[in-house]
């Protein structure tokens, strides 16, 4: 019998070694695609069949080219490993539930958990209502200049400081500023007044990053949670040297997310770990990734293949259980292969 055969998108990305590998093992004919010329990307070496992608943003070139790839390729699963992608395949779905056509399934979580994940004060409510977990408090840059609309730069110098603004549905720390005082404040709002409908303002709560891959099944409710401290980070976000360990309490909260969001499939939460002056440890939840974290690859080395128990969710069955995971430092580092000889020269 013909093994299936899995799509994987932006190989080139951060999360594309550990996702391919995994395929392999699990006995996948794997199709791979990227934006760069296959002897540009090392991973174009590990898949059956490579193929150049055109850009997301050009929206009706992207889905032209997915859709053919799924017809020729004769795709099962397709596994979209970036933001962009996964916004234009969300797009889709609102037009055509079928999105690829044929036979092939879009492995990432439903419509309206999508869409509460892009939307980073939507999420916040919702949690806030079922009171699951803290988030931080704030509110739109549009409503804090109405309220201030009367008082000027008085106003702005009258804020505690520091803030944060951020985009209201943004990723990956894009657009992303930290506030320290009036003045950074007073260019900051002149720069995005026009955009102040888009842009949430809150205070900045102190602590380090964790995130946690976690993957559900929403059929049987089962839900597996490994959390990692971002010891050190990439500009955009992703991390290179973690601590994965196991918290019942933050895996709890986790648990109840993904409930309470519908996640299917593995996502990524992040998180602000902040030690208080008594020494308590309060999770404050930042937003859910609704896709591979470019970090998936250190819990799949600590002992959970999150990647495979995600295809499982849409093979319909459910997610493995954790069994035993010991607290370690995993640290990532770059190798350099020859891809091809240039015959030019």
């Known amino acids: 019998m013909m093994k299936n055969t899995v799509l994987v998108t932006a190989i080139g990305s951060f999360s594309a070694d550990a996702v391919i590998q995994s395929c392999r093992r699990e006995g996948f004919r794997i199709v791979g695609c990227d934006i760069y010329p296959a002897e540009w990307v090392v991973s174009s070496m590990d898949v059956d069949v490579f193929y150049r992608a055109p850009y997301a943003t050009d929206t009706e070139a992207y889905r032209s080219f997915i859709r053919q790839i799924c017809e020729t390729e004769q795709i099962d699963y397709v596994l979209p490993l970036t933001d962009i992608e996964i916004d234009v395949f969300q797009q889709w779905r609102q037009e055509d539930q079928n999105c690829p056509g044929g036979r092939a399934v879009v492995c990432m979580s439903d419509r309206e958990t999508i869409h509460l994940c892009r939307n980073k004060r939507r999420a916040a409510q919702l949690l806030d209502a079922q009171k699951i977990c803290r988030t931080i408090p704030g509110k739109r840059l549009s409503e804090l200049l109405e309220t201030l609309e009367n008082s000027g730069q008085e106003g702005l110098a009258g804020l505690s ?185």
């Not at 990524?268 to 002056?277: A, D, G, L, R, S």
């Open 161 to 345: 400081y520091p803030l944060v603004i951020k985009p209201e549905d943004g990723r990956s720390s894009q657009g992303l500023r930290r506030i320290f005082d009036f003045r950074e404040m007073e260019l900051a709002v002149s720069q995005l007044r026009e955009q102040a409908e888009h842009y949430l303002v809150q205070p900045m709560i102190s602590g380090g990053i964790t995130t946690v891959d976690v993957v559900r099944s929403p059929e049987t409710g089962r839900c597996v949670c490994l959390p990692r401290r971002e010891l050190l980070r990439t500009l955009n976000g992703a991390g290179t040297s973690v601590q994965v360990f196991r918290d019942p309490v933050l895996e709890k909260i986790c648990e109840a997310i993904a409930g309470a969001l519908n996640v299917k499939g593995c996502v990524n939460f992040e998180f602000i770990e902040h030690h208080t002056e008594q020494g308590e440890v309060l999770w404050y939840f930042l937003e859910c990734n609704p896709r591979f974290a470019g970090g998936v690859a250190f819990s799949c080395m600590a002992g959970y293949d999150m990647v495979k128990n995600h295809l499982r969710c849409f093979a319909g069955e459910e997610p493995e259980p954790a069994g035993r995971i010991q607290s370690q430092y995993i640290a990532r580092r770059y190798t350099e292969y020859r891809m091809k000889e240039d015959t030019n020269e």
